[in-house]
């Protein structure tokens, strides 16, 4: 069973600094990552998908990255904001081929001004 | 487009009391789910609907029904409800087939008393 892990669970940082968000998973046979942003009280918004073909995908001030043979995948957000403070959630495929998510418990993201 | 929208947005029952959870989504996607939410265990998987007509079991069925009326809207249904059952309940929404992102509603927060 595909199982997946968010490391730490909360992380305060001061504005502007980079930082990283780290995403493991035990079952390298995934056909792809999604990355996910949760506001409080909010449903989850869609940040970055990334296809098990893809080391990297980039919006923005975000970059995902991934490494299947490891079980890896982490989240770049580069020169950070306050408005960057929320809960961030990583997924992955049940097993491969399969539409149905697996989800980290997420790391909570405060940007200290 | 309003995207993924769920009623209501907040509900407090009864032991044994049931309810309808209702989901609709306006982007033409085949693919529905219901995921609930409680502090440390992240987003489980209730059920899952590939198209109208068709659903399926995730990781936590037990003690709830689901219906897909039509492509658009996708219901979750607790016939008799328990405490255990109080969480918050997210419905989402993907174009079929693996890698697709999946689009996340705001949310109905449950408490069961």
């Known amino acids: 069973k595909q199982e997946v892990t968010q490391i730490p669970a909360a992380l305060s940082v001061p504005e502007g600094e980079n930082l990283v968000l780290n995403c493991s998973f035990t079952d390298s046979a995934i056909y792809n990552l999604q990355w996910f942003r949760q506001d409080p009280g909010k449903g989850l918004t869609s940040l970055l998908l990334?296809?098990?073909?893809?080391r990297e995908q980039t919006s923005g001030r975000l970059n995902a990255s991934l490494d299947k043979s490891s079980g890896r995948s982490t989240l770049y957000i580069a020169a950070s904001q306050p408005g960057d403070s929320a809960t961030y959630l990583c997924?992955?495929?049940?097993?491969?081929?399969?539409?149905?998510?697996?989800f980290g418990t997420g790391t909570r993201l405060t940007i200290i001004p | 487009n309003a995207g993924v929208t769920q009623t209501p947005k907040f509900q407090v029952l009864k032991t044994g009391q049931s309810m309808t959870l209702q989901c609709a989504q306006d982007m033409n996607h085949n693919s529905m789910y219901w995921y609930r939410q409680d502090p440390g265990m992240g987003l489980r998987l209730i059920y899952y609907s590939a198209s109208e007509g068709t659903t399926d079991k995730g990781e936590v069925p037990n003690g709830y029904n689901v219906s897909r009326l039509n492509k658009r809207e996708f219901s979750l249904r607790l016939e008799s409800a328990a405490p255990s059952q109080t969480s918050v309940y997210f419905c989402?929404?993907?174009?079929f087939g693996v890698g697709n992102e999946q689009f996340f509603g705001p949310g109905t927060r449950l408490t069961v008393l």
């Open positions: 989402a929404s993907s174009v």
């Open positions: 997924a992955v495929p049940f097993n491969f081929g399969n539409e149905k998510l697996t």
């Open positions: 990334i296809q098990s073909s893809q």
